[in-house]
Each structure stands twice: as C-alpha cells, then as structure tokens.
C-alpha cells in the first residue's frame, strides 16, 4: 500500500492493492476517514455529455473537491486578477503597435475571429463579466453591473481596472468559507448545479480564460507583437 499524505502530514489517499489483486484508491478527509473509494470498476466522474451533445444539468462533483483541502480563493481571485492584468497590457501593445504602424484602432476593436464570434471588444467585456461573475458566486455576493458601453481602448482599460478593484474588496475568508457550497448557475432553458470547487475548476476559469485567448488571438491576428509571455505575464513586465 502507498499513501500520500498533506502538508500537515496527514494521509489523504492511498493506493492498495489486496492479495487477490484487486486495485483501489481511497480519498481520507482531514480525519482520516475514507470519503470515496475508487476502484477500476468505478464509473469515472464526468461533468459533460458526450461530444456534440448539451452539458448535464448537473455536473458531477469530483472527488478532489471533497476530499481534499483546497484554498479557493488561491486558486479563483488571484488567477482572474492575473489574467485582467495581462489583457490591459495588451491593450498597452496595441496602442503603441497602432502608433507606429498607422493602424486603426477601431480596427482593432472590431475585428473577429469568424463571423458568428464576438468582436475583440466584446471579448474583453466578457472576461470581466466572467471574473466578477465568478468571483462574486464563490464569494456570494453581489458583483458590480457595468453595462458594456465601452467603445474605446482607455474605456476597456477602466473596465478591466474597475474589475480588478471588485476582485481587491474579495478576502480569503469570504472565498475560503464556501468550499463546500452549492453554487446554481442560471442558464437559459435550465439551471446548472455545481459544487463551489467544481464550479471553479469546471466551469468559470475556463470560461474566463477562454476570453482572455480570444482576445490575445484577435490582436495577434491583426499583427499586434505579442508573445506568449505577454499572456503569461504581460501585466507583470509592464509594471517591472
């Protein structure tokens, strides 16, 4: 039998295998109790339909998110916060890149990656969205309206900004407090239900990220110099 154990030294799951051969894992809390046992025979846990199909309803919660200790606010606030941080400074890049090569903004702004996706501005109002959005659920409080009027690089970057400030009034506690919430997505036509780490892990840093990518990819296609380190930490070496 091998165990993993915690920081504190606690066993928090172990791989057996009996005599006979027969192979599990078993998930310990804090106490050491066995709160979910995973054998080959067990069906694994899937949040989604099978491809092309519409997600379930609800999504099925992952046995890391009960038995283990995350601190959700390490993985949540300070990821959007970062993210945020690197689309302004791609923002910076733009501007300076429309300077020296006589491009049009607006251009920027409008441009898409196929005609039935959103505009890069929209892309940008949509990650805030999903960084407040996601950040107030978990912490359950009311996230800011912002009513998406911005037509201007300065006025998406006071958006982001102003989104980074909400994100900055969020403690650990707040976030920390709810690990073992319920969080209820209201979609249309159906509702979806999600534990508050699978909401996290399964949903909403995809859903932001997947804006953040768009964004970069939209300026990158209109031949804005950046790189991957820009979307790693372009917001860090702007400040540097």
Known sequence: ????????????????????????IPFLDEAGKVVRTVTPQSRPPSAMAPFGRQPYVHPTPQPWSRALSVSLYDISIPTYR?????????????????????????????????????????????????????????ADIEAPAMPDTE????????????????????????????????IELPLPGRTMTFTAPDFLMQFSLANFLFHVTTAYALLRSQGVPLGKFDFLAGGQMAAT
Do not use: C, W
């Open 151 to 182: 037509t201007s690089f300065p006025q998406l970057k006071e958006r982001i900004a102003k989104t980074i400030a909400f994100l900055d009034t969020i403690s650990k506690e707040q976030v920390d407090n709810r690990h073992s919430a319920t």
């Open 1 to 24: 039998m091998l165990s993993l154990r915690d920081a504190a030294g606690r066993k928090r799951l172990m791989l057996k295998v009996t005599a006979a051969g027969e192979a599990s």
């Open 82 to 138: 970062r993210g945020l941080q690197n689309l302004s400074s791609f923002l910076d890049k733009a501007e300076a890149h429309a300077r020296t090569s006589g491009a049009d903004l607006a251009t920027y702004a409008e441009a898409r990656l196929a005609p039935d996706m959103y505009p890069f501005t929209r892309q940008v109002q949509l990650a805030s969205d999903a960084a407040k959005g996601g950040a107030a659920r978990l």
